[in-house]
């Protein structure tokens, strides 16, 4: 098992352009999340979708932000476009349904915006 | 007012010691009950989990749970200079899935 696996791990962009961050779940797992983290405002949620459709999407800050889940495998968060206020850690995270496991969460993009 | 809050760090501890460290949750409907652990830029990682009243007992790890106060912590036994991370109260609330987090507590253990 990989685990979550997201990328790029850095991303250093200038302001007015287009990112995307990208994330595979686990495989089988039907929830997945995103996650931003600041040090002011600690983890907060973005998005998350079950078996690829999006649930909860009131986190997204601004429509420069959007998320899309193609298939079971595969995720993209999209800014566009891109101001330094949105320069955080950007986390996705998975689960099976429900259960003691908890969130796996993968190893994050670390963005910034210049 | 924020959902879910953590005691104020940092915290440092000798090693050896008991570390403690707390959180409140704001919703009485939260169900499930985590403590994450997360080193200086790595991604959280899961140590603990709780959902009734009560102990629950883990390695050098206790989380106990009060739902009515709505108050969960956890205890961190014999703490080792490898525990010096910051730890993560997350809750989730009623059929909900998404986890709500605490600001965390930095933890420092002194070797």
């Known amino acids: 098992d990989a685990g979550v696996i997201q990328s790029p791990r850095h991303e250093v962009t200038e302001m007015g352009q287009e990112v995307t961050l990208r994330c595979k779940p686990i495989s089988g797992h039907d929830y997945l999340f995103w996650y931003r983290q600041t040090m002011m405002r600690g983890l907060e949620l973005l998005i998350y979708f079950n078996n690829n459709v999006p649930i909860d999407d009131s986190g997204m800050p601004e429509d420069r932000f959007s998320a899309k889940m193609p298939n079971a495998s595969f995720s993209t968060l999209k800014i566009q476009p891109s101001e330094p206020r949105d320069s955080a850690v950007y986390f996705c995270?998975?689960?099976?349904?429900?259960?003691?496991?908890?969130?796996?969460f993968g190893s994050g993009t670390r963005l910034t915006v210049v | 007012q924020k959902e879910v809050e953590q005691n104020s760090g940092p915290l440092s501890v000798p090693e050896g010691a008991i570390a403690s460290l707390n959180c409140t949750y704001s919703d009485r409907g939260s169900q499930s009950f985590f403590w994450y652990r997360q080193y200086s830029g790595k991604s959280p990682e899961l140590i603990m989990s709780i959902y009734s009243n009560g102990d629950k007992e883990d390695g050098r790890f206790t989380a106990q749970l009060n739902k009515a106060s709505q108050y969960v912590s956890l205890l961190i036994r014999d703490s080792q200079p490898s525990d010096s991370a910051t730890y993560l109260c997350?809750?989730?609330?009623?059929?909900?899935?998404?986890?709500?987090f605490g600001s965390g507590t930095q933890l420092t253990v002194l070797p």
């Open positions: 995270a998975s689960i099976l349904n429900w259960g003691p496991s908890g969130y796996t």
């Open positions: 997350a809750v989730t609330s009623g059929s909900a899935r998404q986890l709500t």
